[in-house]
């Protein structure tokens, strides 16, 4: 078709025929009379405009840039192997530039405009300059630090009283913390800055330090007969980095960095696609 030159004479600029086909499709779309864009690019109308304030693309397009499409379409379809299908083909989707079976579904395409989540720290070209002065108003850093601190502070104690009950370091203390740290700060600080993520993320480490040297203590505790308030009162804290020097696990590395990732990126606010455009 694209070879096709017979109303070559009659057209100013040329025949250049724009199309997306598949041979299982078992409905076929035809139009007419595209616009100058269209007829330069390639791209149908529609993707041209697809991704807000994105830089535009003759390639093909990415599987998540399809599933835009597909997560809104009458016709989409759940395989649970194989994931979003095209409910027409039974396969996933391989249009290049649009998709000439789509039918909008008002009602999913309005939940994912409210429902669809990102981390704005993570997504921040997506968030015009306006909108991202609205956000930081609303922002407490303050508050947020003071309630990932107390977070922090808690779950050390906690992870030397469960060390000391049970006679068993529990690594996974760790991961709790993180996400304890971060889900508070991103409650209380609405923060899409770096410096929300990166407080969570040091909170989130130096508390795993904290809860390792805590449950430390109470292994002293236990061996010399002593109350918990009384060894952290006794002890020779010039001892300190040695006693952990010796108490330290390659195994710790993993837990301290799974909780300092978590506090890092649990603590930026999450907003919907509607909330952000």
Not at 102 to 117: F, P, Q, R, S, T
Not at 166 to 182: E, H, L, P, R, S
Request: net charge neutral; aromatic share 12%.
């Amino acid at each position: 078709m694209k070879a096709c030159r017979l109303c070559d004479a009659f057209l100013p600029l040329g025949p250049r025929p724009v199309f997306s086909i598949h041979p299982k499709s078992k409905i076929l779309v035809i139009g007419q009379a595209p616009g100058a864009k269209v007829h330069k690019t390639g791209i149908f109308y529609g993707f041209s405009i697809f991704y807000f304030g994105q830089k535009k693309s003759n390639s093909h397009m990415t599987r998540d840039q399809q599933l835009q499409f597909c997560k809104k379409c009458i016709h989409r379809e759940m395989d649970m192997k194989t994931g979003l299908l095209c409910g027409l083909t039974g396969e996933k989707a391989n249009f290049i530039s649009n998709c000439p079976t789509y039918v909008i579904d008002e009602k999913a395409a309005l939940e994912l405009e409210n429902n669809e989540l990102f981390e704005p720290a993570f997504q921040i070209e997506n968030i015009s300059a306006s909108k991202l002065r609205e956000l930081q108003m609303d922002q407490n850093f303050p508050l947020a630090l003071t309630g990932g601190i107390l977070i922090g502070l808690l779950g050390s104690v906690l992870w030397g009283l469960i060390t000391v009950v049970t006679n068993f370091q529990i690594g996974y203390m760790a991961i709790a913390i993180g996400a304890g740290v971060g889900f508070t700060i991103r409650y209380l600080g609405k923060g899409v800055d770096q410096s929300f993520g990166i407080s969570g993320g040091a909170i989130a480490l130096v508390s795993c330090i904290l809860g390792n040297f805590l449950s430390i203590l109470g292994y002293v505790a236990n061996q010399e007969e002593l109350g918990y308030l009384e060894t952290l009162f006794l002890f020779d804290y010039s001892y300190t980095f040695i006693v952990m020097k010796e108490a330290f696990a390659p195994i710790d590395l993993l837990f301290y960095g799974i909780a300092a990732y978590e506090g890092y990126k649990f603590s930026f606010r999450v907003l919907s696609q509607k909330e952000v455009l």
